[in-house]
Nanobody, 117 residues
Framework: QVQLVESGGGLVQPGGSLRLSCVAS????????MDWYRQAPGKQRDWVAT???????AYADFVKGRFAISRDNASNTVYLQMNSLKPEDTAVYYC???????????WGQGTQVTVSS
């Protein structure tokens, strides 16, 4: 099993940047595919980005060119660099770990990102 803790959220002006971090503890971090999701008030949770254990990445269309996902297996951390932030990026951001070898998944508790002037 793995436990996930996100950090790095906060209040930022439109056009600004934030970097979210998600630290994993527990089993071998490199065995997990890592995702970022987000959920705005009153809306469903949406997938944002994925990074595989080989650092292959994929992004939702609404963040392509603005967000970048990365991972550091040595420190058991996945990052989400968010640039050119818009008010519609306001949401709670969650990281998720999915095992490469089973159906096991784990979620963090989320970190709030608010984009407002």
């Amino acid at each position: 099993q793995v436990q996930l803790v996100e950090s790095g959220g906060g209040l930022v002006q439109p056009g600004g940047s934030l970097r979210l971090s998600c630290v994993a503890s527990g089993n071998i971090f490199s065995a997990y595919i890592m995702d970022w999701y987000r959920q705005a008030p009153g809306k469903q949770r949406d997938w944002v980005a994925t990074i595989t254990s080989a650092s292959l990445t994929a992004y939702a269309d609404f963040v392509k060119g603005r967000f970048a996902i990365s991972r550091d297996n040595a420190s058991n951390t996945v990052y989400l660099q968010m640039n050119s932030l818009k008010p519609e990026d306001t949401a709670v951001y969650y990281c998720k770990a999915a095992s490469r070898y089973s159906n096991y998944t784990a979620w963090g508790q989320g970190t709030q990102v608010t984009v407002s002037s």
